[in-house]
């Protein structure tokens, strides 16, 4: 079965401080693609990052960086010099691969509130 | 501005209503799904349309019904809902339901707030 787990609940930092957010998935399939999403009060999850199982290498997009690991099924999202606006709910996800494809099905953990105090 | 547009942001409906959220997207994508997210919870998967067919139902009571009419609208009636319905109902749409080259991005609105009194 494929489940998604985010320990952490609540994070509260200052402003500057690097914050990393923890994701630890399941899955039986060789082929899935993990996402991170950012829910900010307003409602709307808005997409950062999309990475399949094949490509192990970490991503760098200006404050925000991924850590892939599949030896430890973990997918780590860290933030440098966090930001007032980077306060929301972050969501990892999971989407697993079929025989004809990858499916859109994805599989939330139950989210992490970033809290950026000034 | 978001690129999926949820009507209306709010709605406040009694038991015995019947009322309509809507979803339109404009970015020429062939899948459009509902998502109900109860507080301090994560989104979960109600429906899947696939070139306006309902490809995924995920055991959703009848009270719900959604419809796709072209593939850039898609609508969710709402009947004798129950107080335990009210949460913020996402839309979402991507490019296909499946892909060879991966899974697609969800792009998604800002939600429809419901309250069932």
């Known amino acids: 079965a494929q489940k998604v787990t985010q320990a952490q609940t609540e994070i509260s930092v200052v402003e500057k401080e690097d914050v990393t957010l923890d994701c630890v998935y399941e899955t039986r399939d060789t082929t899935y693609y993990l996402f991170w999403y950012k829910q900010p009060p307003s409602g709307e999850l808005v997409f950062l990052i999309r990475r399949n199982s094949f490509d192990e290498q970490n991503e760098i997009s200006g404050r925000y960086s991924w850590n892939f690991q599949k030896s430890t099924s973990s997918f780590n999202f860290t933030i440098t010099a966090s930001q007032v606006v980077d306060s929301a709910v972050y969501f990892c996800a999971l989407s697993e691969g079929n025989y004809g494809g990858a499916t859109n099905k994805l599989i939330f953990g139950t989210g992490t509130l970033l809290a950026v105090q000034p | 501005d978001t690129e999926v547009t949820q009507t209306p942001k709010h709605l406040v409906m009694g038991m015995t209503n019947k009322k309509s959220l809507k979803c339109e997207q404009h970015?020429?994508?062939?899948?459009m799904y509902w998502y109900k997210q109860k507080a301090k919870k994560p989104p979960e998967l109600m429906f899947v349309y696939s070139y306006e067919k309902l490809s995924i139902n995920e055991s959703v009571p009848s009270r719900f019904s959604p419809e796709c009419p072209n593939s850039s609208l898609l609508n969710l009636h709402l009947h004798a809902l129950q107080p335990e319905d009210s949460a913020l109902y996402l839309c979402a749409s991507s490019q296909g339901v499946m892909s060879v080259r991966g899974a697609n991005v969800l792009t998604f609105g800002a939600g429809s707030r419901l309250t069932v009194l």
């Open positions: 970015m020429g994508h062939r899948a």
